[in-house]
């Protein structure tokens, strides 16, 4: 990031009195840390912050500090629109769809759009928060115990517990003050990734008693009727497709997950040395080369057929 972006995300935070901060759907660790971490920086600042998801807070957050103030709806009028961990604007849901273009775009994704008037885009960065932290730093911005907890938690999820092939000496070095302002690691590691509820093992049940492996590619779905059987609350894949990934006898592991608007929801995975993002955009999502998702108009069926034979030509490097 360069002095003159800092300094123009400075000035106009420094301008702004009403800020709406924004992510992704089914949002994951980083979403939540980033969308809290710098909406409570706001705050103490003395703006005014409205924080909304879509898809709201999923339970397995409900431990991290004011995730009950997270809203569905961007009612309001604002100085400032920030948008949070998104490569494109497509990621937010219709939350936006009353307002004109975001003001700031702050991500680390290498497929990202570049979508606002300020793009704070750093793709070494090994989560969004981490981005946050060096503007914070960089701007003399207030941090605190609870900024520190939300900003673990997005470095935490998004590397997997610093096991990620991008995990840096960066990343480390900033968990370790994010520590010594009071986060306590091992509960925010054990409350976000360590534990899970029943109905969410029980909905893995139903996807793992289906899983294929063919030539090193592993893959399996999850139905609406699955999310119903199991009782699972989220429209996600319970971050099943991590346990795929762990397939020891697998180079690129995939999850569908059957959505209620006639979309599917696909999560890719991929060894070091493969790159999953670039098929993922190809079907209009995006992420990183080892963990990249897409939501794609289709019938289940349909969609892994595709979905399968575009990552299988990557795969043996013909696509
Ligand atoms: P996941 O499979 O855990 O949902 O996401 C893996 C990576 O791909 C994350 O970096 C996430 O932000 C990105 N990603 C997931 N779904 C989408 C999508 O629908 N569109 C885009 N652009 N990126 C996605
Ligand atoms: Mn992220």
Redesign the pocket.
Known sequence: MNKENIQAFGNLVERADRILIIS?T?P?GDAVGSLIGLGLIFEELGKKVNLVLEDGVPKVFHHLPSYDRVFREAAGVYDLIVVV?C??ID?IGNVLDDYGEPDVNIDH?P?NTCFAGLNLVQETAVATVEIIYDLAVALSLPLNQSIAEVFLTGLLTDSLGFRTSNTTPKALRIAAELQELGADLPFLYRKAMGEKSLEAVKYWGLGLSRINLEDRLVWTSLSLEDRKKADYPGRDDADL?NLLASIKETDISLVFVEQKNGTVKV??RARPGFDVSKT?LEFG????KP?????IKGSLEQVQEDVIKATRHALNGTG
């Open positions: 992704h089914r994951d961990d490569s494109d990621r994704h497929t497709i999560s890719w993922a999502g995006g992420g990183h963990a990249a998702g897409a939501e």
